[in-house]
């Protein structure tokens, strides 16, 4: 890829993510890394971009995954079952700028990642848990499965609001 070699593991789960100038040209390449035996478990759902060129990713992870610095893991392991992910990346190095990780026992995922008009990242999923704890917001599924929304800082990354709305899906 480049003047980068992508060398692919046979003992770990990897994610990749690609990036091309308007010419085809590649600008880096970048992953994350998983838990070896879930190979099908990191599953990134979405990707956007912001106006300055950052990259954020969304998905869902079974056990554990790590971006650079940031590792995440499920508060209780149940095979095909996970959490989900958000994570910055610089867009024009490749490097992640922040990540966030959340999950509990029965699943959560990201459906869709969107900036809003202030550049700030939301992300649409679902989720199979009771609870869901966001920094210093809780989320409560009263039904068996529920949709939810949640708005990200982009500079930091913490949580700046969540919503979940009433009803069963």
Known sequence: FGSTQIIISTNSSETYLLKFDSNGNPLYATYATGNPSDHSGNTPSSVTTDPSGNVYVGGSFLDSITFGTY???????????????????????????????FGGSTGEGVDKVMIDPSGNPVIVGSMDDDTLHLDTITLTNNS??????????????????????????
């Open 144 to 169: 068996y499965f529920a949709l939810f929304m949640i708005k990200f800082d982009g500079s930091t990354g913490n949580v700046m609001s969540a919503l979940l709305p009433s009803g069963n899906c």
């Open 71 to 101: 590792t995440f893991r499920q508060e209780y392991y149940i095979q095909w079952t996970g959490g989900m992910y958000l994570v910055k990346y610089n867009g024009t190095t490749g490097g992640v700028m922040w990540a966030r990780g």
